[in-house]
């Protein structure tokens, strides 16, 4: 019998052609309603190999259901919804996306902050509601970003290709990281800062950190009164790093002045949220790599290694380098 293989969403038939001519392919057929856990673990029990989303819970009830499981292929460079000891304890290679969506995301990361500064969204509301009735000094007056400290934290790809936007506009480059990254203090003439100096003294706090044990509930009520009261905040990495009801407190209390969201402790939001209350906050449904191209990319990113993997061959981006001892 050929390999199955399931995938959690509605996928275009011509980027996962490849996986038909080798293998059986099921698929979830829906594009925004996420596989429910049942039918997840239901498929694992038969699959091969998964293709799945960041939204999707791989947990140890799924893994350890695969009897026959090889691959997961996670379509995101974040694998926090993966449980990769129990993948590698039960001998399943794990993979995701990165590289290929690094500069969308920085694109994206980079316009939430403009978005957020100029009070972009804000202003092209107030005149789709008509009520832009003449020029004004200070008429939906933002805040400038050439020549300000924009303050990284998470120096990895994204953030080195946020480094190097933040250069062009002649901005002071701090940045905080697990290790220091010399080539890209080089490029961009970015400064190493421990987390309190890069938060007390940067007017944009851009967070581009992984989600783990560590960076988990990294930003709360005490960080954002080190800020700057000028200061904005930026999360494009994930919605767990920061206590929202923190960053509420410090918004509404004029702590801070403004905040710029892809990402949430719980997705989707929805309109009751108490941070979309606030007029200096701007929300987006966690679109960070969501160009055709980008998306394009890491769907046939998690194609190949679901290939390579059922194929007998090492993929491209394995995470758990362990499973190479099991195979």
Not at 24 to 48: F, R
Not at 73 to 86: P, R, S, T
Not at 178 to 191: D, L, P
Not at 197 to 223: G, K
């Amino acid at each position: 019998m050929r390999p199955y293989v399931y995938i959690t969403r509605k996928l275009s038939d011509t980027v996962i052609a490849p996986l038909r001519q080798k293998f059986t392919v099921n698929m979830w057929g829906h594009e925004e309603i996420p596989v429910p856990k049942d039918v997840l673990q239901s498929e694992a029990k038969k699959a091969d190999g998964l293709l799945t989303m960041l939204t999707d819970a791989v947990d140890e009830s799924v893994l350890s259901a695969g009897q026959q499981l090889k691959v997961v292929a996670n379509m995101a460079v974040g694998y926090d919804n993966v449980d990769i000891q129990a993948a590698s304890r039960e001998g399943i290679a794990v993979c995701n996306t990165p590289d290929v969506l690094t500069d969308s995301t920085a694109d994206l990361t980079f316009a939430l902050l403009m978005a957020t500064a100029r009070r972009i969204v804000e202003a092209a509301q107030f005149v789709k509601e008509d009520r832009w009735k003449s020029w004004s000094p200070f008429l939906l007056a933002g805040h400038d970003i050439h020549h300000k400290t924009i303050g990284i934290v998470g120096m990895g790809k994204i953030g080195a290709a946020v480094a190097r936007r933040a250069a062009g506009f002649e901005m002071n480059i701090l940045y905080h990281n697990r290790t220091r990254k010399t080539e890209i203090e080089e490029k961009t003439g970015a400064v190493y800062a421990s987390f309190d100096e890069l938060v007390e003294q940067a007017d944009f706090i851009v967070c581009l950190t992984p989600l783990t044990s560590e960076t988990r509930n990294m930003f709360t009520r005490n960080i954002f009164q080190k800020m700057k009261r000028t200061a904005i905040f930026i999360n494009a990495s994930r919605g767990p790093v920061v206590n929202e009801q923190d960053l509420f407190a410090a918004l509404a209390a004029g702590e801070i002045a403004g905040s710029g969201l892809d990402v949430f402790e719980q997705e989707p939001i929805h309109s009751e949220h108490p941070l979309l209350t606030l007029p200096n906050v701007v929300a987006l449904p966690h679109i960070g790599s969501s160009t055709i191209e980008t998306r394009t990319a890491m769907m046939k990113l998690c194609v190949d290694n679901i290939e390579a993997v059922l194929t007998g061959k090492r993929p491209k981006t394995l995470i758990n380098k362990e499973w190479l001892q099991k195979v």
